[in-house]
């Protein structure tokens, strides 16, 4: 990780003082780019978010599908929480903590627009930082990069309609056409887009041009990101000077979730009896967000000035030292999770499977 994705956090912070500062120092230029629309689609937030989730998309090499069965332990796990408890267990954290025992201390016109956005931020999962995670936890390579390609082509199929259910669930109006616009402006397209570019960079150059691409393409991604929260703030800033504790109580339960569902896929893993070099990665897909996606997504649903854009942006902000923390966790507990019976029968059988390798 570099030193600049380490203080990541710092810089969001910054970047929501800053925001702030210019939302009332010129208020006429956030007006403006408010009115920049195409077809109800912002087109400064559009060339923000490719410029954010396109070089995210430049490292998945969706080849690495056919890799898929050599893990299909831990690959089930991580779907599993990706798809049938993440999303849900979020919207239930949403339902108990913004719309019940936080409610007399949040805006009462934007709860059900918090929610929304905890929502959305729980249905995409992680697709760029989750290598870098795995890479601190001595994660198996191939198998984070074939559960990351997984995620992303089902992402394509599964993103709008879970959204739509857990919306309507929540009492919420689902734009439907703003919700499947969201996902081919952000998913499909820069998934074509970064696919060819990789591509043709690898057909010119092979891995050493990409490398370079990446090298060049990363930081303009993160800028293009602290770009759009200098503009979410310069919308919201009113609303967190008038409530600062707005912020703070939102990212209770996404904190409670990173833990709930990096916890149970870690523990899931132990139990089928995959390697800690598999369970590590998937805990820490099983947890994190593709936060770039949820802060389009959001935006384009219910705009700059929603709850719902807020609660993604509290996601970008704890998620470096939140997920710190649990790396930091599944590597102290490796000695403890590799005790365990299932993992060393797994292990057994590997190692003869190995010697009888000719």
Same mark, same amino acid.
């Given at each position: 990780m570099s030193r600049f994705e380490r203080y990541l956090s710092l810089w969001v912070a910054?970047?929501? $003082?800053?925001? /702030?500062a210019l939302g009332h120092l010129l208020p006429g230029v956030f007006q403006f780019i408010a009115r920049v629309e195409l077809a109800r689609v912002n087109l400064v937030v559009a060339a923000l978010i490719w410029l954010m989730i396109i070089p995210m998309l430049l490292k998945i090499d969706f080849s690495a599908l056919g890799h898929v069965k050599e893990h299909w332990r831990g690959i089930g796990v991580t779907l599993f929480i990706n798809w049938a408890v993440k999303p849900f267990s979020m919207a239930a954290l949403g339902w108990l903590f913004v719309g019940y025992l936080f409610r007399p201390f949040l805006p009462a016109d934007q709860v059900s627009s918090y929610i929304a956005g905890l929502i959305i931020l729980a249905a995409a999962p992680c697709t760029a930082m989750v290598f870098v995670w795995s890479n601190l936890s001595d994660g198996e390579p191939h198998f984070t990069l074939s559960q990351v390609a997984l995620n992303d082509t089902i992402m394509v &199929?599964? &993103?709008?309609?879970? /959204?739509?259910?857990l919306l309507g669930l929540s009492a919420i109006m689902v734009p439907w056409d703003t919700l499947l616009l969201s996902v081919g402006l952000y998913i499909v397209v820069p998934i074509i887009i970064a696919q060819a570019l990789r591509n043709r960079v690898l057909a010119a150059g092979g891995a050493a041009a990409l490398a370079r691409v990446l090298a060049i393409a990363q930081p303009v991604a993160l800028i293009a990101l602290l770009a759009m929260l200098v503009l979410l703030f310069g919308f919201q800033g009113e609303q967190i000077i008038s409530q600062p504790l707005i912020i703070a109580l939102l990212a209770v339960p996404? $904190?409670?979730? /990173?833990? &709930?569902?990096?916890?149970?896929?870690y523990l899931l893993n132990r139990a089928a009896g995959e390697a800690h070099c598999v369970a590590a990665p998937s805990a820490l897909i099983g947890a994190s967000n593709f936060f770039e996606l949820a802060v389009a997504a959001a935006i384009s649903l219910f705009g700059f000035e929603s709850g719902a854009a807020l609660a993604t942006v509290v996601g970008v902000l704890i998620e470096v030292p939140v997920m710190l923390s649990v790396v930091k966790i599944v590597n102290a507990t490796r000695g403890w999770y590799e005790r365990g019976p299932a993992v060393r029968r797994s292990g057994k059988a590997i190692g003869q499977a190995r010697q009888a390798a000719p």
């Open positions: 910054l970047c929501i $003082v800053a925001g /702030v &199929f599964a &993103f709008a309609p879970i /959204v739509g259910l996404i $904190v409670i979730q /990173v833990y &709930f569902n990096s916890g149970l896929a």
